[in-house]
């Protein structure tokens, strides 16, 4: 098991920059998977970025070329770069781990959630 904890979100405007941080439990920290994920008012959770065991990414097509997503297994922390931020990126970001070294677009797959950040962009 792992427990997982978002840092680094706040507001900025339009065109800014983010770094968004996910501190994880345990030693076995980098046998996970992790995704990050985001939900805006009204709307669904989605996915954003994910990132394997090997470090393999695959990103949402909203964000791709934006953000970036990597991991630092010594630290037990995976990060979020978000560059070039718009108004429609402003959500709750959250941190996800599956037991699978797989990389994961699908919410259901993830096993263990931090709490979230708030991510706000203003025009």
């Known amino acids: 098991q792992v427990q997982l904890g978002e840092s680094g979100g706040g507001l900025v405007q339009a065109g800014g920059s983010l770094k968004l941080d996910c501190a994880g439990s345990?030693?076995?920290?980098?046998?996970?998977?992790m995704g990050w994920f985001r939900q805006a008012p009204g709307k669904e959770r989605e996915f954003v970025a994910t990132?394997?065991?090997?470090?393999?990414?695959d990103y949402a097509d909203s964000v791709k070329g934006r953000f970036t997503i990597s991991r630092d297994n010594a630290k037990n922390t995976v990060y979020l770069q978000m560059n070039k931020l718009k108004p429609e990126d402003t959500a709750v970001y959250y941190c996800?781990?599956?037991?699978?070294?797989?990389?994961?677009?699908?919410?259901?797959?993830?096993?263990?959630w931090g709490q979230g950040t708030q991510v706000t962009v203003s025009s």
């Open positions: 345990g030693r076995t920290f980098g046998n996970y998977a």
């Open positions: 990132i394997s065991r090997s470090a393999a990414t």
């Open positions: 996800a781990a599956r037991d699978s070294a797989l990389k994961s677009s699908i919410s259901q797959r993830y096993d263990y």
